[in-house]
């Protein structure tokens, strides 16, 4: 019976990244730095409301959409920290993670044929989806601009069957943000055509140097850009399971089809707690965040010296340095670190159109970690003399 199975399905790989993770589990005594989540706990006062709505026995489904007061929380975030207005009512629904929504969206959109531009090396989420929604993926290298994506890498990409351009920035895995400025360049493009944006902005809380910026804030593209946020690594709630998704209603309307029957609607104990990580959880963000930001500058520094090549990360928990100077590919570089020096990094190959040349290391790890870390890489690393 296997060969009537949809093969579409069958041909999805399970994730590089799982896979890494596993021979890792293979070494005692690994400095492991591939983890994509926050190492810090949910923050007490969340844990608590959690507590509390069992109490209050929130225990009975949701709206398909949300709690409406969890619904309130999300839009009223979103006026608070990046000024954009959305209907409680009509333009917001709470996700199982921002995962699914990734999936709702193009779910939604999307015709077989249909093509979707992605700005890579790229999160690795978005092209399963798109092969199972029958769509195909056309990558935007954007290694040559700073991992950020320009005007001219869009319009050398257009064609007749372009529906869709994802959008992720902050970036995972490059840690590349872009600015107001940078995005009104693309806006300049986009306004006239009838493409759909969505813009995951799940890092949007983690930016380090500049403000945070949405597409969605221009005027001329909000109607047709889909805002996918969530509290899994701000807030540190990735087993939560709450992603929020901002649309306008022509667009949610149809979502909510896919989010019914997919699951009816989401755990309404952790859309209690959301609330007040949402009404309450700034000052908590902001702690994480300037860890974070301490341990970017220690690791790139560190990385610096090391001879890595690398674009400052401007937000996320990642870097992204290139493994060129040593004259090694990503992947033998992290299999040979990994044995010789007991590190755990990502190859740059486990994300989509990564290419060969980096590494994705991550900074959700404490201070002392990552010391080791740089430390025992830095026995193994010289420029020139890697493999010896
Ligand atoms: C860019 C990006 N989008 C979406 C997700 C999915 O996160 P979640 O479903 O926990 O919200 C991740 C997780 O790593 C991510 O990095």
Same mark, same amino acid.
């Given at each position: 019976?296997?060969?009537?199975?949809?093969?579409?399905?069958?041909?999805?790989?399970?994730?590089?990244?799982?896979?890494?993770?596993?021979?890792?589990?293979?070494?005692?005594?690994?400095?492991?730095?591939?983890?994509?989540?926050?190492?810090? @706990?949910?923050?007490?006062?969340?844990?608590?409301?959690?507590?509390?709505?069992?109490?209050?026995?929130?225990?009975?489904?949701?709206?398909?959409?949300?709690?409406?007061?969890?619904?309130?929380?999300?839009?009223?975030?979103?006026?608070?920290?990046?000024?954009?207005?959305?209907?409680?009512?009509?333009?917001?629904?709470? =996700?199982?993670?921002?995962?699914?929504?990734?999936?709702?969206?193009? @779910?939604?959109?999307?015709? %077989?044929?249909?093509?979707?531009?992605?700005?890579?090396?790229?999160?690795?989420?978005?092209?399963?989806?798109?092969?199972?929604?029958?769509? @195909?993926?056309?990558?935007?290298? =954007?290694?040559?601009?700073?991992?950020?994506?320009?005007?001219?890498?869009?319009?050398?990409?257009?064609?007749?069957?372009?529906?869709?351009?994802?959008?992720?920035?902050?970036?995972? %895995?490059?840690?590349?943000?872009?600015?107001?400025?940078?995005?009104?360049?693309?806006?300049?493009?986009?306004?006239?055509?009838?493409?759909?944006?969505?813009?995951?902005?799940?890092?949007?809380?983690?930016?380090?140097?500049?403000? #945070?910026?949405?597409?969605?804030?221009?005027?001329?593209?909000?109607? &047709?850009?889909?805002?996918?946020? /969530?509290?899994? &690594?701000?807030?540190?709630?990735?087993?939560?399971?709450?992603?929020?998704?901002?649309?306008?209603?022509?667009?949610?309307?149809?979502?909510?089809?896919? #989010?019914?029957?997919?699951?009816?609607?989401?755990?309404?104990?952790?859309?209690?707690?959301?609330?007040?990580?949402?009404?309450?959880?700034?000052?908590?963000?902001?702690?994480?965040?300037?860890?974070?930001?301490?341990?970017?500058?220690?690791?790139?520094? /560190?990385?610096?010296?090391?001879?890595?090549?690398?674009?400052? %990360?401007?937000?996320?928990?990642?870097?992204?340095?290139?493994?060129?100077?040593?004259?090694?590919?990503?992947?033998?570089?992290?299999?040979?670190?990994? &044995? @010789?020096?007991?590190? /755990?990094?990502?190859?740059?190959?486990?994300?989509?159109?990564?290419?060969?040349? #980096?590494?994705?290391?991550?900074?959700?790890?404490?201070?002392?970690?990552?010391?080791?870390?740089?430390?025992?890489?830095?026995?193994?690393?010289?420029?020139?003399?890697?493999?010896?």
């Amino acid at each position: 019976m296997e060969h009537l199975l949809n093969p579409v399905v069958k041909d999805i790989e399970i994730s590089g990244i799982r896979k890494i993770a596993d021979k890792i589990k293979n070494y005692n005594d690994v400095v492991s730095l591939t983890i994509g989540e926050p190492d810090f @706990k949910t923050p007490d006062f969340i844990k608590e409301a959690g507590r509390q709505a069992i109490t209050d026995n929130y225990t009975f489904y949701a709206p398909t959409a949300g709690l409406y007061e969890t619904r309130v929380a999300a839009t009223e975030f979103m006026k608070r920290r990046y000024k954009l207005n959305y209907n409680p009512m009509s333009e917001v629904i709470v =996700t199982n993670g921002s995962t699914e929504s990734i999936f709702m969206a193009l @779910k939604t959109m999307l015709l %077989p044929g249909d093509e979707v531009l992605i700005p890579t090396p790229a999160y690795p989420g978005y092209a399963p989806v798109i092969d199972m929604c029958y769509g @195909k993926l056309v990558p935007i290298d =954007t290694t040559q601009s700073d991992f950020k994506l320009t005007k001219e890498q869009i319009e050398a990409h257009l064609t007749e069957k372009t529906k869709v351009l994802i959008l992720t920035y902050p970036s995972n %895995p490059t840690g590349a943000t872009m600015n107001r400025t940078e995005l009104e360049e693309l806006v300049q493009v986009l306004k006239d055509k009838d493409i759909f944006v969505i813009s995951d902005e799940l890092y949007s809380e983690l930016t380090f140097d500049e403000e #945070h910026a949405s597409i969605a804030s221009f005027p001329e593209m909000r109607n &047709k850009t889909v805002v996918i946020n /969530g509290l899994s &690594k701000s807030h540190a709630m990735t087993g939560w399971r709450i992603g929020l998704m901002y649309a306008p209603s022509y667009v949610t309307e149809q979502m909510l089809k896919t #989010h019914q029957y997919l699951n009816t609607s989401v755990n309404t104990i952790a859309q209690a707690a959301a609330v007040t990580a949402l009404e309450k959880g700034d000052e908590a963000v902001q702690l994480m965040k300037e860890e974070y930001k301490k341990r970017r500058d220690l690791l790139s520094e /560190g990385l610096i010296t090391l001879g890595f090549e690398i674009v400052i %990360p401007k937000g996320t928990f990642y870097a992204f340095p290139s493994v060129e100077p040593f004259g090694v590919n990503a992947m033998t570089f992290t299999e040979s670190i990994l &044995k @010789k020096a007991k590190v /755990g990094l990502l190859p740059s190959d486990v994300f989509t159109e990564g290419g060969k040349n #980096h590494l994705r290391i991550s900074f959700a790890a404490d201070e002392q970690k990552i010391q080791e870390a740089l430390n025992r890489l830095e026995s193994h690393v010289r420029v020139g003399m890697f493999l010896r």
